[in-house]
């Protein structure tokens, strides 16, 4: 399987998911207040959890990127996910978080999709990352407001209406100035 890399942040550890994640995971992904905002909108079972995290790591080997589990990094608790998705339809490579409900608030969304960010210019490469917000996610729309995203477009996506942001490399001003 390809190399997860480690990201660090302040106050978070970005690893790779694993076992020992498997029921905070489990449980987050049980939560309808979680899970109201993303697929189909409705809760998962361990089973449909399982096929999630399984997912999630086999798109890494796929794509060369994917979700990360959030650590806190005095604790090693579990407190979420994020990370880049693209898989087989998707519009671009998607910048995407999720969060255990007791972490909410805290700012950790957005420090952790500043370290993916950074992986994403600096080891991918990109040259564009989006994050499709279902509208009505209003604590999602800041987060990417927060991370210097900007509201393109609305897309419907899956059955569900989206605000797309675009997040560009921090060197895109300077590109642009010299066309």
Not at 47 to 52: E, F, K, L, N
């Amino acid at each position: 399987m390809s190399h997860i890399p480690t990201l660090q942040t302040p106050r978070l550890r970005l690893v790779a998911l694993a076992a020992s994640h498997f029921d905070d995971y489990a449980a987050m992904l049980a939560d309808p207040d979680s899970t109201r905002w993303i697929g189909d909108g409705q809760p998962l079972d361990r089973t449909g959890a399982w096929r999630s995290l399984a997912m999630l790591l086999g798109h890494w080997e796929l794509r060369g990127c994917g979700m990360w589990a959030l650590e806190l990094k005095d604790t090693g608790e579990f407190v979420g996910r994020a990370g880049l998705m693209y898989p087989e339809g998707w519009p671009d490579l998607e910048l995407g978080w999720m969060l255990k409900p007791e972490f909410r608030h805290h700012g950790y969304a957005t420090e952790a999709g500043h370290a993916v960010l950074d992986f994403a210019w600096n080891q991918l490469h990109a040259q564009r990352v989006i994050s499709l917000v279902r509208i009505g996610n209003e604590a999602s729309d800041r987060v990417a407001e927060r991370l210097g995203g900007e509201h393109i477009e609305d897309m419907d996506f899956y059955g569900s209406h989206n605000h797309v942001f675009a997040y560009y490399p921090p060197y895109r001003e300077t590109r642009r100035a010299w066309a």
